[in-house]
């Protein structure tokens, strides 16, 4: 058996009714005998401020280095299984909360008005996201643009700040995009998400109260007390 999370093929219909309910049962029967996990639906949110060279990466774990209040990171204690991700990227003004800038899909013109907008661009058009577990690559290559989401109405446009269709559309249905198959984050693993390019780039904020923010987003099932469980030594 290899490293990777297995997940039937095939499972009784009675227990899996919904794609959901066939995720749930695969991971209740992984994790086994362990009576303190509790299984439950939930998300992760990695932030990282842009600024110059040709990777981004992103900690999972809330004990590694400092947490932005906008993050929620992975418990040691705990394990979360991946079904669904999407990637964002946000002018974060410093005299506003953390979080409280508009998510983008796409280097939009009328967010990212400076010299910093070409490396922005640069890094949702052609930015990789990639997810390694304890060596175990389970994404080699996602390209960003799959979750770019730029409605009809600006398309075409000369986007400025004053028009209505400015603001960056995006929805759950297209921006984030299914994962296949789950893969396991574990609190007790080494956890290695990073955004890759192809070139170095300044993506830094020019206004230097300002921040260029990059955000991955996972969707899918938290497993509580199951951070210790490793697939592998089963």
Same mark, same amino acid.
């Given at each position: ?148 989401? +730029?409605? &009809?109405?600006?398309? %075409?446009?000369? !986007?400025? =700040?004053?028009? *209505?269709? @400015? ?24 956890? +290695?998400? &990073?955004?890759?390019? %192809?070139?170095? !780039?300044? =993506?830094?904020? *020019?206004? @230097? ?26």
């Amino acid at each position: 058996m290899d490293k990777r999370t297995k997940f039937p093929a095939r499972m009784p219909s009675v227990m899996a009714t919904t794609e959901d309910r066939a995720v749930y049962t695969a991971i209740k029967a992984e994790l086994g005998d362990n009576d303190k996990a509790i299984i439950t639906p939930g998300y992760l949110r990695l932030d990282q401020v842009l600024g110059t060279g040709n990777r981004v990466e992103f900690p999972v774990l809330q004990n590694e280095g400092a947490q932005r209040s906008s993050e929620l990171r992975l418990r040691i204690s705990d394990a979360f299984y991946v079904t669904a991700m999407s990637v964002f990227v946000t002018k974060q003004v410093a005299a506003e909360p953390a979080g409280s800038g508009q998510p983008c899909t796409w280097a939009n013109p009328a967010v990212f008005t400076g010299v910093d907008a070409p490396a922005v661009e640069a890094i949702m058009n052609s930015g990789r996201l990639r997810v390694e577990v304890d060596s175990v690559v389970y994404l080699q290559a996602v390209d960003l643009l799959r979750f770019r989401d +730029v409605g &009809t109405a600006q398309q %075409g446009l000369n !986007v400025l =700040a004053a028009n *209505p269709y @400015g603001a960056s559309q995006w929805s759950t249905e297209k921006a984030f995009q299914g994962v296949t198959p789950v893969f396991r984050l574990n609190g007790g693993s080494s956890n +290695v998400v &990073t955004v890759l390019l %192809g070139e170095s !780039v300044a =993506a830094g904020a *020019p206004v @230097g109260t300002d921040e260029n923010v990059l955000t991955v987003v996972f969707h899918g099932w938290l497993a509580q007390n199951a951070g210790a469980f490793n697939p592998a030594n089963r």
